[in-house]
């Protein structure tokens, strides 16, 4: 038995929480000790944690948190004014109990994520002293949220990558193109990084997707169809997009659009949908516990992001067997579709096209060759495993 550690800001709905959830089930299923340790203790996702994981908040007070960093070598020491000025410290905040926990726990090895997370997570090794093995993992395309969203101190980070990440015991990236993203990015030697999806939990997600969801537009199979977005209500994710596709669509046949999450844009969509005259046939459902019921049940599943690392949503729907549309985006859409053998593809931000392959897809006669290979593509590997190879070395051979 290892001990583990997870670090990460917080436990709300996405993608990287979903992904440290599960592998929590898998890590304790293999009989390992986790403890999930958090920048804020508190989130959606924490519901969803097996109950042998146990829960730690490490969070100094602000401003006193920024003080270690005056103690570290490098760009780090350097940055302490920067992210003293900021009004979202998250991650830095731990950087000293983090440091205290592993001198005093002596975890065997940490994953950590996202890349704010991973940096203050190898700033702690130092500071500490800790033999932990210490694990990045890579989510999104860096360069792209960079030229999105402004991130707080988002342009030093590429730098400080390149300065701290070759001191991990491994790096790990959800997609290739994140992975080379990063190298490219960080100036680090591709061959260090390992691709490693996701691992969903399939039997346990089918489980999941054969409960009936509470929602009644898709408890009547004589109603119209169903288009089903999921994700945070947030820029990236271009709701605004399918909302505008579902327009073009509804113009031309009777259909219904749900969209389960919450978000800052909840208000700005509800807006564009009564703008449209779409109001009616489109439901912003809020938080799901169980997406997959939705999946399993709507004609369509749509992704309109503009940029993704490898979206577990969609990975999700392949996995219910769900008729897909996706934005061709940075980066892990074309891979988890196979270059679109699995699912359409269309370009991102154009709700023309993705109208017209709504509207192709809900025509498609139900293939069961392809329900089957969608799901296939998400049920070979074991990212649990390969997880633990990074994390564990070679005690995970011993």
């Given at each position: ?5 997870l670090f ?8 990287i929480q ?6 929590a ?5 293999r ?5 999930l340790l ?5 989130g ?9 994981v146990r ?17 570290l ?18 991650a830095?905040?731990?950087l000293?109990?983090?440091?205290s926990?592993l001198?005093?726990e ?7 994520t996202?890349?704010t ?5 190898l700033w702690?090794?130092h ?26 101190f ?5 730098a400080?990558?390149?300065e ?24 680090l ?7 490693i999806h ?9 489980a ?5 969801p ?7 199979a004589?109603?119209?169809p169903v288009?089903?977005?999921v ?12 909302i ?11 259909a219904r659009?749900?969209?389960?999450g ?10 564009e949908a009564r703008?449209?005259g ?5 439901k ?5 516990p169980?997406?997959?019921a939705?999946?399993a ?8 992001s503009?940029?993704?690392?490898m ?9 219910c ?14 891979e ?10 269309v ?7 993705m109208a ?31 997880y633990l ?5 070679a005690?995970?051979?011993?």
């Amino acid at each position: 038995m290892a001990r583990l550690a997870l670090f990460t800001n917080k436990m709300q709905a996405g993608g990287i929480q979903r992904a440290l959830a599960s592998l929590a089930r898998e890590f304790v299923a293999r009989g390992h000790e986790v403890t999930l340790l958090l920048s804020s203790a508190r989130g959606e996702m924490l519901r969803e944690l097996p109950p042998e994981v146990r829960v730690r908040e490490l969070a100094a007070p602000w401003p006193l948190a920024v003080k270690p960093l005056r103690a570290l070598p490098g760009g780090a020491r350097k940055l302490a004014p920067v992210w003293l000025a900021t009004l979202q410290p998250r991650a830095i905040r731990s950087l000293a109990p983090l440091a205290s926990y592993l001198r005093d726990e002596q975890p065997d090895a940490l994953l950590a994520t996202p890349m704010t997370c991973a940096l203050v997570a190898l700033w702690a090794a130092h500071r500490s002293g800790s033999s932990a093995r210490v694990v990045t993992r890579e989510a999104n395309t860096l360069s792209h949220q960079l030229a999105e969203r402004w991130l707080p101190f988002g342009a030093q980070l590429p730098a400080l990558a390149r300065e701290w990440y070759p001191r991990a015991a491994g790096i790990a990236a959800v997609s290739d193109g994140v992975a080379d993203d990063l190298a490219q990015l960080a100036a680090l030697p591709r061959e260090r990084i390992v691709t490693i999806h996701n691992p969903l939990g399939v039997a346990r997600l089918h489980a999941r997707a054969a409960e009936s969801p509470p929602e009644p537009w898709l408890a009547d199979a004589s109603a119209p169809p169903v288009i089903l977005g999921v994700g945070r209500l947030t820029a990236a994710k271009d709701f605004i997009t399918l909302i505008r596709a579902f327009a073009r669509l509804r113009a031309q046949r009777e259909a219904r659009l749900v969209i389960l999450g919450d978000g800052p844009q909840r208000l700005r969509l509800a807006l564009e949908a009564r703008r449209l005259g779409v109001a009616r046939d489109v439901k912003l459902a809020g938080y799901a516990p169980n997406p997959f019921a939705y999946m399993a049940r709507a004609r369509v599943f749509a992704l309109s992001s503009r940029y993704e690392g490898m979206p577990n949503v969609l990975r999700e729907a392949l996995a219910c067997g769900a008729n897909v549309v996706a934005t061709d985006c940075p980066s892990g859409s074309a891979e988890a579709l196979q270059q679109g053998a699995l699912g359409r593809l269309v370009r991102v931000g154009d709700a023309d096209a993705m109208a017209r392959a709504l509207l192709a897809a809900l025509e498609d006669p139900r293939d069961e060759a392809l329900i089957a290979a969608r799901v296939a593509s998400v049920s070979h590997g074991d990212g649990a495993e390969r997880y633990l190879e990074l994390l564990l070395g070679a005690r995970r051979n011993s």
